[in-house]
């Protein structure tokens, strides 16, 4: 098996790792509540995917009675 020469510097590293934050994600405004949402995926607010409900969103009981 292949074995690297020689240690990579702290410069190298650290150059390589500057590419490595996490991008913003690409959001959408939903087409039935207008908040925003991933692409191609049933908004989390409103359940509706392709002007149809798909999923009836959750509705949070506990913290609203806290
Ligand atoms: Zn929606």
């Known amino acids: 098996m292949a074995v690297p020469k ?3 510097s702290k410069s190298k590293v650290r150059t390589k790792r ?3 934050a996490i991008g913003k994600p ?3 405004p939903c087409s039935n509540c207008n908040s925003y949402k991933l ?3 049933i ?3 409103c359940g ?3 002007d ?3 999923l009836e969103p959750k509705v949070k009981k506990a913290k609203e009675d806290n």
């Open 6 to 8: 020689r240690r990579k």
């Open 48 to 50: 509706f995917y392709k």
């Open 43 to 45: 908004c989390p607010t």
């Open 52 to 54: 149809r409900v798909v």
């Open 26 to 28: 690409n959001l959408v």
């Open 18 to 20: 500057a590419h490595h």
């Open 39 to 41: 692409p191609h995926r």
